[in-house]
């Protein structure tokens, strides 16, 4: 996608609020923040996927694995 006039925010809550003030904004933010927001969300016939990836500086601690096995528990669980 090239979008010609692209405004940068800071935060995820930020494209709600600079949509609502351009008619022909388009912003993605996450469901819950559009959800109680004065906007219109678009109807598609597939969902859009978000990847998120884990890094450390170096092999990650016990504690990083931790956190690892948990992330990959939920996102095993949610394609369930």
């Not at 912003?27 to 597939?46: H, M």
Request: hydrophobic content about 45%.
């Amino acid at each position: 996608m090239h979008a010609p006039n692209v405004v940068p925010v800071q935060i995820s809550s930020q494209v709600v609020k600079v949509v609502e003030q351009m008619p022909e904004g388009l912003g993605l933010s996450q469901l819950s923040i559009v959800k109680d927001a004065n906007v219109a969300k678009l109807k598609l016939d597939r969902d859009v996927e978000q990847r998120l990836d884990l890094v450390t500086l170096g092999d990650p601690t016990p504690e990083m694995l931790k956190v690892i096995e948990a992330v990959r528990h939920i996102a095993v669980t949610a394609l369930e």
